[in-house]
Protein backbone atom coordinates (compact mmCIF):
# COMPACT_ATOMS: atom_id res chain seq x y z
CA UNK A 1 0.00 0.00 0.00
CA UNK A 2 3.01 2.81 0.96
CA UNK A 3 4.46 1.84 -2.42
CA UNK A 4 1.56 2.21 -4.19
CA UNK A 5 0.85 5.40 -2.95
CA UNK A 6 4.61 6.66 -3.38
CA UNK A 7 3.80 5.70 -6.71
CA UNK A 8 0.93 8.02 -8.01
CA UNK A 9 2.22 10.68 -5.53
CA UNK A 10 5.68 11.13 -6.24
CA UNK A 11 5.96 14.05 -4.54
CA UNK A 12 4.49 12.12 -0.95
CA UNK A 13 6.42 13.46 1.99
CA UNK A 14 6.83 11.89 5.46
CA UNK A 15 4.17 14.36 6.42
CA UNK A 16 1.34 12.67 3.58
CA UNK A 17 2.69 8.81 4.74
CA UNK A 18 1.83 9.48 8.03
CA UNK A 19 -1.28 10.81 7.59
CA UNK A 20 -1.85 7.34 5.46
CA UNK A 21 -0.40 5.25 8.09
CA UNK A 22 -2.60 7.49 10.78
CA UNK A 23 -6.14 6.33 8.81
CA UNK A 24 -4.97 3.15 8.13
CA UNK A 25 -4.18 2.08 11.69
CA UNK A 26 -6.63 4.65 13.34
CA UNK A 27 -9.57 5.35 10.83
CA UNK A 28 -11.03 9.02 11.35
CA UNK A 29 -11.88 8.95 14.70
CA UNK A 30 -9.89 12.67 14.88
CA UNK A 31 -12.18 13.85 12.05
CA UNK A 32 -16.06 14.00 13.74
CA UNK A 33 -17.96 15.40 16.01
CA UNK A 34 -21.21 15.11 14.99
CA UNK A 35 -23.27 13.86 11.52
CA UNK A 36 -23.87 17.65 11.28
CA UNK A 37 -20.48 18.69 11.08
CA UNK A 38 -19.16 15.78 8.76
CA UNK A 39 -21.98 16.63 6.33
CA UNK A 40 -21.26 21.03 6.15
CA UNK A 41 -17.70 20.12 6.58
CA UNK A 42 -18.16 17.43 2.86
CA UNK A 43 -20.52 19.80 1.38
CA UNK A 44 -17.81 22.69 1.68
CA UNK A 45 -15.45 20.20 0.12
CA UNK A 46 -17.16 18.86 -2.73
CA UNK A 47 -18.47 22.72 -3.36
CA UNK A 48 -14.79 23.51 -4.04
CA UNK A 49 -13.92 20.21 -5.58
CA UNK A 50 -12.38 21.63 -8.62
CA UNK A 51 -10.12 19.68 -11.02
CA UNK A 52 -7.58 16.88 -9.59
CA UNK A 53 -5.76 13.86 -10.49
CA UNK A 54 -6.80 10.81 -11.83
CA UNK A 55 -8.02 8.49 -8.88
CA UNK A 56 -9.67 5.37 -8.31
CA UNK A 57 -12.75 5.49 -6.65
CA UNK A 58 -12.13 3.29 -3.83
CA UNK A 59 -8.73 3.14 -2.37
CA UNK A 60 -7.55 0.41 -0.20
CA UNK A 61 -5.85 1.95 2.96
CA UNK A 62 -5.16 -0.84 5.27
CA UNK A 63 -3.26 -3.79 4.60
CA UNK A 64 -6.27 -5.98 5.64
CA UNK A 65 -8.55 -4.23 3.25
CA UNK A 66 -10.91 -3.04 6.52
CA UNK A 67 -10.37 0.93 5.46
CA UNK A 68 -11.04 2.43 2.31
CA UNK A 69 -10.93 6.15 0.77
CA UNK A 70 -13.34 7.20 -1.01
CA UNK A 71 -12.28 10.17 -3.61
CA UNK A 72 -14.87 12.63 -4.07
CA UNK A 73 -14.27 13.34 -7.63
CA UNK A 74 -15.32 10.35 -8.47
CA UNK A 75 -17.65 9.40 -5.77
CA UNK A 76 -19.86 12.86 -7.16
CA UNK A 77 -19.03 12.25 -11.54
CA UNK A 78 -20.63 8.96 -10.47
CA UNK A 79 -23.43 10.85 -8.93
CA UNK A 80 -23.02 9.38 -5.50
CA UNK A 81 -25.05 10.38 -2.79
CA UNK A 82 -23.19 12.73 -0.26
CA UNK A 83 -25.37 11.99 2.67
CA UNK A 84 -24.76 8.25 2.26
CA UNK A 85 -21.27 8.48 2.31
CA UNK A 86 -21.33 10.80 5.37
CA UNK A 87 -23.34 8.50 7.50
CA UNK A 88 -20.29 5.62 6.11
CA UNK A 89 -18.33 8.00 7.46
CA UNK A 90 -19.58 8.83 10.84
CA UNK A 91 -20.45 5.23 11.49
CA UNK A 92 -16.33 3.82 10.38
CA UNK A 93 -14.82 7.40 13.03
CA UNK A 94 -17.68 6.37 15.54
CA UNK A 95 -15.87 2.70 15.63
CA UNK A 96 -12.74 1.78 17.50
CA UNK A 97 -9.65 0.95 16.35
CA UNK A 98 -6.03 0.22 16.71
CA UNK A 99 -3.56 1.44 18.95
CA UNK A 100 -0.92 4.18 18.92
CA UNK A 101 1.64 1.66 19.32
CA UNK A 102 0.49 0.11 15.89
CA UNK A 103 0.92 3.03 14.40
CA UNK A 104 4.40 3.62 15.89
CA UNK A 105 5.71 0.12 14.72
CA UNK A 106 3.82 0.15 11.44
CA UNK A 107 6.15 4.19 11.11
CA UNK A 108 9.23 1.67 11.74
CA UNK A 109 8.49 0.14 8.58
CA UNK A 110 7.77 3.04 6.49
CA UNK A 111 12.06 4.19 7.78
CA UNK A 112 12.98 0.99 6.34
CA UNK A 113 11.27 1.47 3.12
CA UNK A 114 12.77 5.30 3.15
CA UNK A 115 16.04 3.40 4.14
CA UNK A 116 15.91 1.22 1.17
CA UNK A 117 15.52 3.81 -0.80
CA UNK A 118 11.70 2.36 -2.21
CA UNK A 119 9.94 6.05 -0.96
CA UNK A 120 10.26 8.99 -2.21
CA UNK A 121 12.21 10.64 1.09
CA UNK A 122 15.37 10.25 3.51
CA UNK A 123 15.13 8.14 5.73
CA UNK A 124 16.12 11.01 8.17
CA UNK A 125 13.43 12.72 7.34
CA UNK A 126 11.05 9.36 8.26
CA UNK A 127 12.98 9.69 11.26
CA UNK A 128 12.60 13.00 12.30
CA UNK A 129 8.81 12.79 11.34
CA UNK A 130 8.51 9.54 13.39
CA UNK A 131 9.94 11.44 16.53
CA UNK A 132 8.23 14.64 16.30
CA UNK A 133 5.03 12.44 16.17
CA UNK A 134 6.06 9.99 19.19
CA UNK A 135 6.77 13.22 21.16
CA UNK A 136 3.35 14.82 20.12
CA UNK A 137 1.66 11.59 21.05
CA UNK A 138 1.48 10.14 17.48
CA UNK A 139 -1.45 12.83 16.29
CA UNK A 140 -3.76 13.44 13.46
CA UNK A 141 -2.13 15.72 10.72
CA UNK A 142 -2.53 17.13 7.80
CA UNK A 143 -1.42 16.45 4.20
CA UNK A 144 1.76 18.52 3.45
CA UNK A 145 1.72 21.42 1.91
CA UNK A 146 3.14 20.15 -1.52
CA UNK A 147 0.42 17.27 -1.65
CA UNK A 148 -2.29 19.43 -0.69
CA UNK A 149 -1.10 21.81 -3.86
CA UNK A 150 -0.16 19.12 -6.52
CA UNK A 151 -3.08 16.52 -5.57
CA UNK A 152 -5.63 18.28 -4.06
CA UNK A 153 -6.68 15.48 -1.97
CA UNK A 154 -10.40 14.96 -1.28
CA UNK A 155 -11.84 11.83 0.04
CA UNK A 156 -13.43 9.90 3.06
CA UNK A 157 -11.99 7.11 5.38
CA UNK A 158 -14.81 4.44 5.21
CA UNK A 159 -14.77 1.03 6.39
CA UNK A 160 -15.15 -1.65 3.94
CA UNK A 161 -18.35 -3.04 6.21
CA UNK A 162 -20.33 0.21 5.24
CA UNK A 163 -19.39 0.77 1.70
CA UNK A 164 -22.07 -0.84 -0.41
CA UNK A 165 -24.62 1.79 1.69
CA UNK A 166 -22.29 4.28 0.88
CA UNK A 167 -21.29 4.13 -3.28
CA UNK A 168 -23.57 4.84 -5.86
CA UNK A 169 -25.39 1.90 -7.24
CA UNK A 170 -23.57 -0.55 -9.60
CA UNK A 171 -20.21 0.45 -7.91
Known sequence: MLLDHARRYPKLEA??????????????????????????????EIAALG??????????ISPDGALVRVH???FMARHGDPAALVQAFVRTAQRKR????????????????????????????????GEKMR????????HS?????DY???????????LSEALPPGQ
Open 152 to 162: RPAYRVIAREF
Open 145 to 149: PVFEA
Open 72 to 74: LRP
Open 51 to 60: DGPAEPLVDP
Open 135 to 142: AAGWPAVH
Open 98 to 129: GTRDELAAAWRAVVALAEEKRLPFTPEAARAW
Open 15 to 44: QDCYKLLFQAVLGAEHAVTDEAVARRWMDN
